[in-house]
């Protein structure tokens, strides 16, 4: 294929997914990592796209520069979830979110995924996630951005008493979340307990908790509750998840949004 075939090609998948990686790019279109990255470069200097570590999200029609090198921190490591939490962000941003809402976006390779797909105004957003936060920032300018600060992990999720104290103060009326493992017996848990002590403080000032859990955390069980099943309003998954698991919730009566390509099933 020639390179402006190749080219076009790689606006439209972008236009798509909002995010590519350069091995995808490559197995696509069976050239080097070396040529896709030339081919990045050049599409963002054309100002088409923004190079990230391992690939390139989309940008807005309406940003006049691209956020410096330093900003280029977000690395989707070549999650084998990666569409599955693309499309569960693009419907919780489409779907979930209004016009001038007050929301939390928590750190999380699921909620982050909300960020290229958010195009509602008038929005103010809270997040303790340092790569979330470079997401949205093109968007700064048509939405508020509010991050915490507090300890950076090693998930690039800041943590610990400064993050709670931020969040103790703020009123949101929607929250999103992430989570490890989703059991009928245990709820949503996760690994780390300084981390689930901040998302208990995030849950405690918000009108409506929205967990975003991709399929392969359905039957999984982590070392710390993060939240109850009944502290949840919304669950939005991927058609992979366990059908007996999803009527159970069903049965007791909780939302489940089951999503593929942003839209829910019957």
Known sequence: MIRE???SRIIEIIRQEHLVTVRDLSQEF??????????????????????IRGGAVAIKDDVESLPPPQSRLYDPALDPQR???LAIGRYAATHLVEDGDNITIEAGSTASNMAPFLSQSGLTILTNGLLTSMMLAPAVGNLTLICSGGILIDTWAFTGPQAEDFFSKFRVKKAFFGAQGLTLRDGFTDPTPLYTRLKSVMKQNTDRVIMLVDSTKFGIRSLV?????EDVDVIVTDPGAPQEMIAA?????????VVEEGTPSP
């Open 30 to 51: 069976g050239v080097s990592y070396m040529t896709i990255l030339r081919d990045l470069e050049e599409l963002e200097t054309r100002g088409r796209l923004q190079r």
């Open 5 to 7: 075939k190749r080219h």
């Open 225 to 229: 509750q993060v939240m109850p099943l």
């Open 83 to 85: 569409h599955k939490k």
């Open 249 to 257: 919730l069903r049965e007791r009566g909780m939302d489940v949004r």
